[in-house]
């Protein structure tokens, strides 16, 4: 068996099977294109993800990941199924407990949660790529564009259950930046600068990497071009190994 689908609180999730197992995991939490059917996903329909699917698998991993409620802006029940997800998977497949996770755009905003709430016990590593860190700087840049953010305050008011002239109150006392700093988890961050969001993301990224590295945190950062994103896969997996000597 490749892979299944399965249904969590009627969402669909799903988990694609290596040929030869490493015995480690990976969860995937993707960004606001992301979708589980009942017998599909973004990652096996997206000819990019599809690749990236087909390498991790080829070292052995174990992959999964979740529809997640579709556009949830990293919201608390978003996050509340992504560790139920991660429980499931635990208790009925065979790998080891410390995951490694890899999150995509809007998935940021779980990722950096997930890593608060679960600790270093139960991840083990973690690749943002092309991240939001953070809600209210993402709302902020999307001013400039009228259209795009009245379809993102749209969003956000479901996902956050507010009323739409209170999104933009309720979005700023969201806070998901904080980092472990005890015992951290090593993260890579890989930013594809493909159109001037991800240039605006990465100035960002800038000042939130001057004070990870203050703290000595396990961080690193890379930026590429769009026609050099097919590395992405080997950066990735190089990432991942370097962290799963210790078990």
């Known amino acids: 068996m490749e892979s299944r689908n399965f249904q969590l609180d009627t969402e ?3 988990i694609h099977y290596p040929e030869k197992p490493s015995g480690f995991g990976i969860l995937v939490i993707g960004d606001e294109r992301n979708y589980v059917h009942a017998e599909s996903s973004f990652w096996t329909q997206n000819e990019g993800k599809s690749a990236l699917l087909k390498q991790f698998k080829e070292e052995g991993y174990t992959i999964f990941y979740s529809n997640l409620y579709g556009k949830n802006w990293g919201n608390d029940k978003a996050v509340h199924l992504a560790r139920r997800l991660y429980e499931h998977i635990i208790r009925t497949e065979i790998i080891n407990g410390k995951i490694h996770v890899i999150a995509e755009g809007m998935g940021a905003l779980i990722a950096l949660r997930l890593m608060n709430e679960m600790g270093p016990s139960q991840i ?3 690749v943002l790529i092309n991240p939001i860190v953070s809600l209210p700087h993402h709302l902020e840049l999307e001013k ?5 953010y009245k379809k993102l305050l749209k969003e956000l008011s479901v996902s ?3 009323e739409m002239k209170q999104v933009e109150a309720k979005i700023k006392q969201v806070n998901t930046n904080a980092l472990i700093e005890n015992d951290p988890i090593p993260i890579k961050v890989i930013q594809i600068l493909s159109d ?3 240039y605006k993301q990465a100035n960002l990224l800038k000042s939130l990497t001057v004070n990870w590295r203050e703290k000595e945190l396990p ?3 890379c930026y590429i071009l769009p026609e050099k ?3 992405i896969g080997g950066q990735i997996v190089n990432f991942l190994k370097q962290n799963e000597r210790f078990l």
């Open 229 to 231: 994103r097919q590395g």
């Open 12 to 14: 669909w999730n799903m």
């Open 219 to 221: 961080f690193s950062i």
């Open 144 to 148: 400039e564009h009228k259209f795009f």
């Open 124 to 126: 083990r590593t973690c």
């Open 160 to 162: 956050y259950d507010a």
């Open 196 to 198: 001037r969001r991800a």
